[in-house]
């Protein structure tokens, strides 16, 4: 049993060193995008993202208080407070204002690779396709900018990212199949609805997704109802985990 185990190991061990091997291209392209990011830490002032001291009065109000700002507490408070209450769970940790832009290059990092992940499961058919548009993702301008800018978007699009590389893995399952990824877009959805109420852009599109699916799905009534179940309990864990803070804000 150990030789089976340790054989099954080195041939998927085998197996990845063989997928990098072929994608050469891709890993440099990715690499040049964690550069460019990286970067930021000297290229760019901490001080210059939007409302940048308004933000980090909100981290500093959840350092000392210990509990998260009402709405009318800060200019900022309005925002729902995961990226704010991690920030300041660092900043306890020794972090300082100016290495906070390392949470936004880390959430941009992993926005890239989720990216990439996403064009890999996708775009089976066109490598060249799949190398344009992330080198797109890995160079352009804005990106680059918003993963070093201290604030909630890198973090925000990092969640929406990882959602929207779900939701048509869980849209190609049926009925109970679908519960596994329904639910963990329920939880990765909720935290970016605490991270940016944009997230509700994302969280409409699901929606208007499932209708479509039930208006023109010609299986039976309840195998309708068997797909739409998942759905209901992903938005029964997003308002577990989010509905609290909005319904304090309303």
Known sequence: MREMDQRDRLMTANNAWTWLLRRKIEIA?????????????????????????????????????????????TFESFHPPLYYAIAAWLVRHGATRPSLVGLS?????????????????????????????????????????LDGMIYTEAMSCMLLALVMLLVPLAFRRVGRFRWPLTLGIGLILGMAMMTKVSAVAVLGAVGVAIVAELALNRRSVWARAGDLAPWLGMMAVLLGICGWYYARNL
């Not at 990092?109 to 396709?129: D, K, M, N, P």
Request: charged letters at 15%; proline letters at 1%; one cysteine or more.
């Open 105 to 145: 290059i880390t959430c941009g990092v992993i926005r890239l690779a989720t990216i990439w992940a996403g064009l890999e499961l996708y775009l089976v058919r066109s490598r060249c396709a799949r190398i344009m548009a992330l080198a797109l993702a890995a160079v352009v301008s804005a990106s680059v900018h």
């Open 29 to 73: 392209i990715f690499l040049l995008g964690i550069l460019l990011r990286l970067s930021m830490i000297w290229n760019y002032h901490f001080a210059w993202n939007y409302d940048s001291d308004a933000h980090w009065e909100v981290v500093q109000w959840i350092v000392k208080h210990g509990t998260l700002p009402t709405v009318e507490s």
